[in-house]
């Protein structure tokens, strides 16, 4: 194999890892089960960690999603000894900074596979502890996270509060905890009013050992509840016809408001139509930040087929990364127009049917000249097989040669299969994504997925990412 060959296969196995580590969750999809997904992500974070450790590394610096950031943060630390002092310093300030931008729960979790593999050398409990450290209320960890941070003070040997220790290790020893909030935990064991000076996923377990009415308990827990778990509530609070648990769309995250929005029966979407789209659009100009209406003549082509409703455990999760970047885009483009594969009219009322007919609407996109056109399906092309990519090879061998349309095909669905998103030809750049919010950054590595770019500049790009993540976290 010839350098430039060996380059070339370096770039797609790196940019198929990236696509990998944004999209998967190593969860059940619509065409692959949950133990195939985690099996294909195992193998592929080995393979890259063996072949490529520094780039390895670097993607802690991109939009990866939390699960694959803390396996790379996990594997590194397990195999430091395959490192160099000098990969082992850069390693640990991305870890650290990494670390920092995760929930807490995903760094516990990560914590506790580090103490399953025997990890506990000096570095790793410098990481630990310091994380630890930083975290700005430990009261708050002892009662929320009690068993990992249990798990973890051990394995670490960290020194915390003399209170929060003993919540950890004998916490029914004192009679009174002078900390305000591990006194209300102390008496919530006992007395039903103190499960409301709680966080509510404290609450939630308590309360079902009092058997408190579920109606009653949100309805006195609302006040503690943050702006995500008040989203995730809406449901259940009309169900159990409980007050006060309603938030203000306009301040939720797009995709995961998109999702809120889908889950929605269709005539409720039609009824409550301007205060959703006012949500979303609000959402989209935040994630837009800068980058609004820069992005010239947009054309979007969403796929609303039957496979966009995901599976059990990501229920319309394709759908809603669709509906997402509709009105990202919207926001990103002087002028947009979205095209669905089966819907017409409003996209709030967007739902999944059908089979995956991309071809026929990638034709229509193409015909408006865009300067961008952007694909967002998992890239199952079945009606007929294959269509979509005749017609981007005829576009750009014969009707475009110039490029004068770029065209970006993002995937949020992982495939097993392939360990990588599935892409719809050889010429248009794919790239996994997770929440629409990433798109704008995402499609800075589509050039990589073609092969137009070289494996320095792909080294390149990724020490530029590692240098304004670490100056940004410092």
Known sequence: MTTAQADRVACEDVVMFVNAAVAATGQREFHSQAAEQRLSLDFLHEYVLGNYRDLYAATLALDINHRNAAMV???LLRTARSATA????VEGRLIAARLRTLPPQRVYAAFRELRRHGVN???TRAIMRDWVAARPDPAFDAVKYRRSLAVVARHAHLALPDEVGTVLFDWRRPKRYVTPLLESWRRAHYEQR???ELPYTVAEGLAAQHGIDRARFLTGIAPRLTD????RLQASAARHKADGVAMDLATAPLTRLAGYVLSL????????????TDALRAAARRAARRQAGTWGRVVAVLDDSYSAAGSGTKRRRPLA????THYLLEALATQYEGLWLNHRGDPLLVHPLGATGLGERVLDGL?????RLVIVSDGWDNAPPGQAAEVLRVWAARLDPAGATAVVHLNPVYDADIFDVRRLAPGVATVGIRDAEDAAALVELARFATGGASFDELRRHLADRVDRFLSEAA
Do not use: G, S, W
């Open 73 to 75: 943060v996990t594997r």
């Open 86 to 89: 000098e990969q082992r310093a």
């Open 121 to 123: 050398n000096r570095r």
């Open 194 to 196: 103190a499960l409301y």
């Open 228 to 231: 995500t778990e008040r989203l």
């Open 265 to 276: 029966p269709r005539p409720e979407r039609a009824r409550r139509r301007d205060e959703l």
């Open 321 to 324: 990364v669709a509906l997402a």
């Open 367 to 371: 015909e408006r000249r865009p300067d």
